[in-house]
């Protein structure tokens, strides 16, 4: 049974940090791609940033230089350091698995105060 459970998430002034953390289980973890995606209310759910099996990175324009993605495969986790964090980045963030089936976390909330 895949699960990926996210934690992290929270309240934070702008400029601010968080990090979050997905921890996935049920899975050969270092055999896929893995992403962050966010749901903000009213709005569709949209990439964030996503790291392949052998570390490449890609990042939506909107978070590039503020966001960073990591992978430690001996843990089967993903992570997303979020800094300079504005309140336009105030969303529900999913953890992604790219398999053959779309695994998605429970998400967790992230809210930035102005």
């Known amino acids: 049974q895949v699960q990926l459970v996210e934690s992290g998430g929270g309240l934070v002034q702008a400029g601010g940090s968080l990090r979050l953390s997905c921890a996935a289980s049920?899975?050969?973890?270092?055999?896929?791609?893995m992403g962050w995606y966010r749901q903000a209310p009213g709005k569709q759910r949209e990439l964030v940033a996503s790291?392949?099996?052998?570390?490449?990175?890609n990042y939506a324009d909107s978070v590039k230089d503020r966001f960073t993605i990591s992978r430690d495969n001996a843990k089967k986790m993903v992570y997303l350091q979020m800094n300079s964090l504005k309140p336009e980045d105030t969303a529900v963030y999913y953890c992604?698995?790219?398999?053959?089936?779309?695994?998605w976390g429970q998400g967790t909330q992230v809210t930035v105060s102005s």
């Open positions: 049920g899975i050969i973890f270092s055999w896929y791609n």
């Open positions: 992604h698995a790219d398999t053959s089936v779309d695994y």
């Open positions: 790291i392949t099996s052998g570390g490449r990175t």
